[in-house]
């Protein structure tokens, strides 16, 4: 299975933008790159996924790097609700592992008041 | 969109007794997926289902675990014989296609004592 690395926690003030960084060096032709957050006593949910090109969204933006063997999750404004665990998950287009998403331990974002 | 419900939210069993949890996914989306987790940990793949068939089992899922969907509307996991190793947070997921972002219920957290 492809992987990724991702910090195990990290802070941000609340209304300032926070940068979630995931690599993943052997990311393959074929994946795509996921991120999903669960909230606390929630199941994950879907954030935003890409390719390669850099992909906004209403709840966040994906920062892609040219290689693809990292990425970046962008919140723009933080917020008190968006404390929770961000995954960042390598996702092949079609096939077995399309549908079977492997998650790691994720990110563990607090959001400072 | 009424989401993927997930019943019950919480089951407390002794050890050995027998389980089930239900799962009723988007109605729309024909692919199924349930997953366990437990505590400081992400989620991990158990079994998934396309329409009723059952396409897909982690070696997770020993012979005590069964998952139906019959119809290919809900799912229900069955755990026979439970053990308190059992205990976790178990997660159903619907997606209209392999590679559509997964919908998460919010679980169903078995307590086994």
């Known amino acids: 299975d492809a992987k990724t690395t991702q910090p195990n926690s990290m802070e941000s003030n609340e209304e300032e933008p926070v940068h979630l960084p995931c690599n993943h060096s052997t990311i393959s032709g074929t994946d795509y790159i996921h991120w999903y957050r669960q909230l606390p006593s929630q199941g994950p949910e879907y954030v935003i996924h890409g390719l390669t090109s850099n992909v906004n969204n209403r709840m966040a933006s994906l920062a892609i790097a040219e290689d693809r063997k990292s990425s970046t999750l962008i919140l723009h404004r933080a917020t008190l609700r968006d404390a929770a665990v961000y995954y960042c998950?390598?996702?092949?287009?079609?096939?077995?592992?399309?549908?079977?998403?492997?998650f790691g331990k994720g990110t563990k974002l607090s959001v400072i008041p | 969109d009424t989401g993927v419900s997930q019943n019950p939210r919480h089951k407390i069993t002794k050890r050995g007794q027998n389980v089930t949890f239900r799962c009723d996914p988007i109605?729309?989306?024909?692919?199924l997926y349930w997953y366990r987790q437990t505590l400081g940990q992400g989620p991990e793949f158990l079994t998934y289902f396309q329409n009723e068939a059952q396409l897909e089992k982690s070696r997770l899922l020993s012979d005590r675990f069964s998952a139906e969907r019959p119809k290919g509307s809900f799912s229900t996991l069955e755990i026979q014989r439970t053990e308190q190793g059992d205990s976790a947070m178990y997660l159903c997921?619907?997606?209209?296609?392999?590679?559509?972002?997964?919908?998460f219920g919010n679980g169903t957290r078995l307590t086994v004592t």
């Open positions: 998950i390598l996702r092949p287009y079609s096939g077995a592992g399309s549908y079977q998403l492997t």
């Open positions: 997921a619907s997606s209209a296609r392999d590679s559509s972002p997964l919908h």
């Open positions: 109605s729309e989306h024909n692919r």
